[in-house]
């Protein structure tokens, strides 16, 4: 093509970038793609999918927004990003929704085709804000997306509303032109998903390749941007989600138990994935069963358990609600079940497509009895893999139901993934009895079910089919080694007690913490998706001055055995959660510490600026720093590349999920 | 969405697949070693030593056999039966056992329920089980009371029911199990009595023998708090014009002598006539065929069922039809997709089609 004006190409090191417009406009397959050609170019990148929950608000209104935040870089990241460089906004509305959220300065690139009077007054704009100079501080790039779209694929004799539908894809195009992503992917993509429909597939991709040629054509752009690949470990990486290396993990943890998976679920947000990625691996020895409910989907797992399966159930808060009795049942037959519930905000039906981590009491105890069971937390999305292999490690050695905590923003986010040889994972031998493991007075050989392992305090588990070691459990509290029914007040004491010791005994790894230099007086303790925004506010922190060490729990329950003396060793500790502290409830009642809670519960992660500000105050506070032009609050918050370059001494960078 | 022809396979029996037992067995060895603590006089008894003895007679393997129940007095069950066994929560069994059912398809797997804990906090687990047609043996000890919280009405009390809850009588209007199981289209519905026990044990086999859910309402008397709730089915001077016996193949005539009949009255419905009264006699009653597909035909019958107190009501098997099972269904998905697709390669899975090397 021949240009009339030379296109500079500027480097950057990171960017953040959102699409929005109505929920029907195809912005998380727009996010997805962009996503998926960022990854194979090799950037670093977080994912930030935000949508309603109804499936299709009435198109224009600010409720039916849909919105995907993507940061990328080329250097190791760890959150979405607090605020857009560019906003892609398709609609009117989208551009009212998200406009709060991009700072000044930043790029907005807004469809005008709906820029009608009706549909601004419709959202609250008595005037059309591209004209009113309400946007003078953002470099705005006004372009008819919609006609251009319908323009490009007329030769295809679509209906101007089917034509129009491939808008997202031109935007797709132009801004993959203007971020230099390697765009084959998304073509093959669009080839397979619309083959059996010729007419859309073509549409989609003259659009997709309009949109490119668009920006290469057209003197909207002098700019173009480049973020160089990021710099990693070696070895073989992929883009995954929360929800789909989640179901990936249970799969390897039960292959390497070697136990077929039996899934019970029923659909609910944001869950639902896991059972739609499960019932596709059939093949893989994976049975999923999608129950008439909540109750009867945790119950078919724990009958499949019964049977000598890894029975699994995935649900998020208000179904956990409804699973509580059967995983107490759970408890008190000892036998393996995982429970994942993918967090939403509550309580109630609360928000089900925002976020939230205040489930973690209700997991903890949300059950009739003393009935403990361990939990343990994904801390980015591709870490979900290696949190449910650890699952179902806990839930076959120690014959127990194990949480397994994540959250909306972990299940449709995504980030590269350094892939794990399958072999490397650790197997699991369920040790099934098959043969008599006492005798009675008489010297008769017996089994018996409640008889412990003296290290693990597992018990023995036959299972139905095995010769002469028939024997009947259930709900009711049983006699110590028969399993037989009992009301005997000691016994009754003895196996709550052993049932604690149980789950308190199980071995979990030490509690790592980041403290560069050791002489941090504050340490930041997070669990789950929080990791990300911790992580990045300390490395503000860090920038800017302070010392500040950072842990974050995988276990929280058992706690890991070298957590209090960790929390001894820091004057303060900080604690940041989306509830309002219930990690700080349970590090207050266990250690006696006088943690401070950070507790914020909007439905959104923390922001790395926000709790960059909240470290710096806390730091200062506590080193007792007394300057008044220097404020390492103020300063880590105001950082532009806060993130940016956490450079290990041997100059690489780690993929987060890999931690 | 689109739909699938699952390419039904032609329907082995209940047991198929469940490993025969090697000698013969007798009931002796189906009689765990624990007390049975079930009231003097409950009807549960008679239950349990028609099943212990019925049991032998399946040839099956002993450590094959499942039991699943819920809570209540009938869900003791499963602890006196020396096989493998699961006391679980409250009106759950049937999920329960429909995820044992599914992984394990050696297993011939039992639910054992009552009135209140299948029709009243497990109702939508039993509907769902039998409009799935998994290859579970329902049986429903219907006393028409809560015994074990000591006597309130149940879903199947009769209407007025002076109880603890209910001082100035219940205003619920009951449930009849049987029409309800033909309402979700299950494809084995029969009734049987505690105290009968040739009846029990023909039922109990034919269910046995039956793929997909078996539902058995028995009526199972509570002498402690519903005492003589059946006695038109058991006093020799009321039995016989109480029970209507359904035997496939035969005309449905009952009562002293054989003087009443079942005959078609109006659009869908069953009615009992005095065969004297009825023009071709004999020739006009209906006769019983379980393998009729319509469950309307079912329904009808079930219908002739007293809903206040009892004095007349159909005792046998109602419908026996062949639907393909639940858990034949999954796992023969599961075989397809290996034979399809290849036993799966975890590795290949996880690193996915879309990767890039880092040197």
């Not at chain 1, 459990?473 to 009301?487: C, F, M, P, Q, R």
């Not at chain 2, 879903?155 to 309402?183: I, R, Y």
């Not at chain 2, 379980?290 to 009501?313: C, K, M, N, V, W």
């Amino acid at each position: 093509m021949n240009r009339k004006v030379t296109i500079e190409v500027k480097q950057l090191d990171r960017v953040v970038i959102r699409f929005a417009g109505d929920s029907g406009d195809g912005m998380q397959l727009t996010g997805d793609r962009f996503t998926a050609e960022t990854a194979s170019f090799g950037n670093d990148l977080s994912t930030l999918p935000n949508f309603p929950a109804e499936i299709r608000a009435p198109a224009g209104t600010l409720p039916g927004v849909s919105s995907f935040q993507l940061h990328f870089a080329d250097h190791d990241i760890l959150t979405p990003g607090d605020a857009p460089d560019v906003l892609i906004a398709m609609n009117p509305a989208a551009l009212k929704a998200n406009l709060r959220d991009v700072p000044r300065g930043a790029t907005l690139i807004i469809d005008t085709a709906d820029f009608t009077a009706r549909n601004l007054k419709r959202i609250g704009y008595d005037e059309n804000p591209l004209e009113t100079g309400e946007l003078e501080a953002y470099h705005v790039v006004p372009l008819n997306l919609t006609g251009m779209t319908v323009e490009s694929v007329k030769e295809f004799g679509l209906s101007r509303k089917d034509a129009s539908r491939a808008k997202n894809m031109y935007a797709l195009g132009l801004v993959s032109w203007l971020f230099q992503r390697p765009v084959e992917s998304t073509i093959e993509f669009l080839q397979t998903k619309f083959a059996s429909k010729p007419d859309i597939r073509d549409a989609n991709i003259a659009a997709f390749r309009a949109g490119y040629n668009f920006g290469e054509t057209a003197e909207e752009f002098s700019v173009r941007y480049e973020v160089k690949p990021a710099r990693m470990a070696t070895g073989t990486y992929r883009n995954i989600s929360g929800n789909l290396a989640l179901a990936y993990g249970l799969v390897a943890g039960a292959q390497r138990a070697g136990l077929p998976l039996v899934l019970g679920a029923y659909p609910i947000t944001p869950a639902s994935d896991v059972l739609h990625e499960l019932s596709k691996l059939k093949r893989f020895d994976v049975t999923t069963i999608q129950a008439e409910d909540e109750i009867a989907g945790v119950g078919a797992a724990l009958g499949a358990s019964f049977g000598g399966a890894l029975g699994v159930t995935t649900s998020s808060g208000p179904g956990i609600s409804l699973k509580s009795e059967t995983i107490g049942l759970a408890v008190m037959l000892e036998l393996p079940l995982v429970v994942c519930d993918i967090q939403r905000a509550g309580p109630s039906t609360g928000m089900p497509t925002k976020t939230e981590q205040a489930d973690l009491l209700q997991v903890m105890f949300g059950r009739n009895g003393e009935a403990p069971l361990p939990v343990v937390a994904a801390q980015s999305p591709a870490d979900c893999f290696a949190t449910a292999v650890e699952a179902t490690r806990i839930a076959v050695t120690y014959r127990t139901p194990v949480m397994v905590l994540s959250d909306g923003y972990l299940a449709n986010g995504s980030e590269p993934w350094k892939v794990p040889v399958i072999e490397d994972l650790p197997t699991v031998d369920p040790n099934f009895t098959t043969e008599p493991n006492a005798t009675n007075d008489k010297g008769e050989p017996v089994y018996l079910p409640y008889l412990r392992d003296p290290e693990t305090l597992a018990r023995a588990w036959a299972i139905p089919g095995t010769a002469g070691l028939d024997h009947r459990i259930g709900g009711l509290e049983k006699e110590d080694k028969t399993g037989n029914i009992s009301y005997e007040p000691a016994n009754h004491d003895l196996m709550i007690r052993t049932r604690q010791a149980k789950i308190d005994g199980i071995t979990v790894p030490p509690l790592e913490v980041d403290d560069p230099d050791g002489t941090a007086k504050v340490l930041v303790l997070g669990w789950g998706s929080t990791y990300g925004p911790i992580g990045a506010g300390c490395r503000r922190v860090r920038k800017v001055g302070g010392k500040v060490a950072q842990a974050h729990l995988r276990h929280l329950n058992p706690f890991p055995a070298n957590l209090g003396e960790v929390l001894a060793r820091y004057d303060k500790v900080l604690v940041p959660e989306m509830n309002l502290g219930q990690l700080a409830l349970l590090l207050r009642a266990k250690y006696l510490v006088d943690v401070v809670s950070y507790a914020q519960v909007r439905g959104m992660p923390l922001g790395a600026a926000e709790l960059a500000e909240v470290i710096g105050n806390l730091v200062e506070e506590t080193e007792g720093i007394d300057d008044d032009a220097r404020h390492l609050g103020e300063a880590a918050a105001s950082l532009t590349h806060g993130e940016a370059l956490n450079v290990q001494p041997n100059g690489v960078h780690h993929p987060e999920g890999a931690r | 969405m689109s739909t699938v022809d699952l390419g039904l396979p032609s329907l082995p029996g209940g047991l198929h697949g469940v490993p025969a037992a090697t000698e013969p067995q007798t009931r002796k060895e189906y009689v765990s070693d624990q007390e049975v603590r079930w009231c003097p006089g409950c009807g549960d008894y008679a239950v349990l030593a028609a099943f212990q003895g019925f049991l032998p007679e399946l040839g099956i393997k002993r450590e094959n056999v499942a039991m699943v129940s819920g809570i209540g007095c009938s869900s003791r069950f499963p602890y006196y039966l020396s096989t493998y066994g699961m006391h679980s929560i409250h009106g759950r069994a049937p999920a329960i056992a429909t995820g044992l059912a599914v992984s394990r398809p050696d297993l011939s797997v039992w639910v054992v329920t009552g009135d209140g804990d299948a029709l009243s906090i497990g109702g939508n687990h039993l509907i769902h089980t039998l409009r799935r047609n998994v290859n579970l043996k329902i049986l429903l000890f219907n006393n028409r009371i809560y015994g074990l919280t000591k006597g309130q009405y149940s879903p199947t009390s009769e209407t007025g029911k002076v109880t603890k809850s209910t001082p100035m009588g219940s205003v619920d209007n009951p449930f009849n199990p049987v029409s309800l199981a033909l309402g979700a289209e299950a494809t084995f519905v029969a009734r049987t009595v505690d105290s009968d026990r040739k009846h029990l044990t023909s039922v109990l086999r034919a269910a046995a023998e039956h793929r997909g859910t078996a539902f058995v309402e028995i009526y199972q008397n509570c002498p402690i708090f519903n005492d003589n709730a059946f006695d038109a089915f058991k006093n020799p001077e009321t039995r016989d014009d109480a029970i209507i016996p359904l035997v496939h193949g035969e005309p449905i005539r009952f009562g002293t002598d054989g003087h009443l009949g079942v005959v078609r009255d109006g659009f869908a419905s069953l009615a009992v006539r005095e065969v004297a009264d009825l023009p071709g006699g004999e020739a006009d009653l209906v006769v019983h065929d379980a393998h009729t597909e319509d469950p309307a035909y079912a329904f009808a019958l079930s219908r002739l069922t007293d809903a206040g107190i009892l004095h007349q009501a159909p005792i046998g098997v109602f419908r026996s039809v062949e639907r393909p099972a639940y858990d034949d269904l999954v796992r023969q998905q599961v075989a397809t997709a290996h034979e399809t697709q290849g036993t799966g390669d975890l590795q290949s899975l996880v690193t996915g089609a879309d990767t890039w090397t880092v040197d």
